[in-house]
């Protein structure tokens, strides 16, 4: 059974930076074609993609955020780390952590079949 | 960059059948997948490549995509659909989401 749960500060201030903790279970990420998202969703508004690290520890970053986002993996410990910089208040948002399944082997469309229950994180001075 | 374009809400009677479509340009030539998502829950996978369902996900969900529009579609419509939905896809090596729609059973 796959799961994912996110940890990390509730709140932070104007300028700080967020550091997310994605522990999960039930799968490998040294598995061929299998990867881990962020995702979050500012409170009353729609999702949005923020980063992807794959198996082979290939990285894609939302073209907008890029800048400001690390995400990182270690494997031994089944964690994926995302870290944002430079938060501002309309960074407000749960962040959530998700499975994902590519269909191929490489960089190729997936879907995010198991999430986590999500994180708020409210930044705020 | 590539843009999905939802209808912010859609509303059905109980018992009849809701289409909920993503619009973009091409997509048709894209895998999509939706998620529905109840209020102070994480979202859930209904339907991914286009047209397949997940384990668990009732058979009155399905899915199309052509052209420019994927759409999809709730049979016999229940109070308990209720929900956001979401579609997503993948392009130039970023996912995406579009902007939910918000189905209302009457």
Redesign the interface.
Known sequence: QITLKESGPTLVKPTQTLTLTCTFSGFSLSTSGVGVGWIRQPPGKALEWLALIYWDDDKRYSPSLKSRLTITKDTSKNQVVLTMTNMDPVDTATYYCAHRRAYCGGDCPGDFDYWGQGTLVTVSS | ?YVLTQPPSVSVAPGKTARITCGGNNIGS??V?W?Q?KPGQ????VI??DSDR?SGIPERFSGSNSGNTATLTISRVEAGDEADY?C???DS????????TKLTVL
């Open positions: 960059s894209k895998s997948h998620y998502q994480a979202p859930v996978l991914y490549y997940p979401y997503q896809v993948w090596s970023s996912d995406l989401f579009g902007g939910g």
